[in-house]
Nanobody
Framework: QVQPVESGGGSVQAGGSLRVSCAAS????????MAWFRQRPGKEREFVAG????????RYRDSVKGRFTISRDNAKNTMYLQMNSLKPEDTAVYYC????????????????????WGQGTQVTVSS
């Protein structure tokens, strides 16, 4: 199993950039698809971006395409989300999640597909 821990959140003005990281314990990191979800105030948790174990396939929600980039370094058991051109509507708690690579169609976009979750990191974008 893996235990994700997020870091790197903070506050930034609109148009700025932030990078959040997710470090995961465990010796089988590459066996897991990893994803970022976020929960905006008063909203349900939503998929932001995901990446398969090899790093070769990624998926993004439409509203962040072209602005956010997900990546992973399996040697460091770490995943990243580079967020550029941030908007106030990106303000949320960002969660890191790990899902065992069983079956096809990864990275998947539903919260129930992921087995392990971090505690979240706050990202605030001011206008």
């Amino acid at each position: 199993q893996v235990q994700p821990v997020e870091s790197g959140g903070g506050s930034v003005q609109a148009g700025g950039s932030l990078r959040v990281s997710c470090a995961a314990s465990g010796r089988t990191f590459s066996n897991y698809a990893m994803a970022w979800f976020r929960q905006r105030p008063g909203k349900e948790r939503e998929f932001v971006a995901g990446i398969v174990g090899s790093g070769l396939t990624t998926r993004y929600r439409d509203s962040v395409k072209g602005r956010f980039t997900i990546s992973r370094d399996n040697a460091k058991n770490t995943m990243y989300l580079q967020m550029n051109s941030l908007k106030p509507e990106d303000t949320a708690v960002y969660y890191c999640a790990a899902g065992r690579l069983v079956g096809s169609s990864w990275p998947r976009t539903e919260t129930y597909e992921y087995d392990y979750w971090g505690q979240g990191t706050q990202v605030t974008v001011s206008s």
